[in-house]
């Protein structure tokens, strides 16, 4: 199992919204120049999240992005199921530990499921010069 640069950069992405739409909606363009990332890749990730019903549009001069929900109401889990699809460590292996990975399946749903970008913020918490210590 490997997250994808999609999972990751979503996750940047919504924490980015997170934490820089607090003050009014963020365009992709701010996005990725603050993280040296392609606004153009950034626009493939953002309509999933939208559809999703976890980021929402603002159109106009000053629109952009914010988030649809409040950063508690959303797992890691959701936006990387959004992204990657289901997350599974192995099909089935039949070499006679299946009791084994889906215990490691069931820690690392958990995880997914009880982390939200709240807490992400939290966890990487702000940096003045930097918006917020939350890197690639």
Do not use: C
Not at 65 to 74: M, Q
Not at 90 to 118: H, M, N, P, Y
Request: zero cysteines; charged letters at 25%; glycine letters at 12%.
């Amino acid at each position: 199992m490997k997250i994808s640069t999609k999972g990751r950069y979503g996750l940047l992405l919504m924490v980015d919204l997170a934490v820089s739409g607090v003050s009014g909606p963020v365009s992709l363009k701010s996005v990725a120049e603050r993280k040296g990332l392609s606004d153009h890749y950034l626009e493939q990730l953002i309509a999933p999240l939208r559809n999703a019903g976890m980021v929402k549009s603002v159109r106009g001069a000053y629109g952009g992005y914010t988030l649809a929900r409040s950063p508690e109401a959303i797992t890691a889990g959701d936006v990387l199921h959004v992204l990657e699809g289901p997350i599974a460590i192995v099909d089935e292996t039949g070499d006679g530990l299946e009791a084994f990975w889906l215990s490691l399946q069931d820690k690392i749903d958990e995880v997914l499921r009880t982390t939200t970008i709240a807490d992400l913020v939290e966890l990487y918490g702000k940096d003045s010069k930097n918006g917020y210590m939350f890197y690639i």
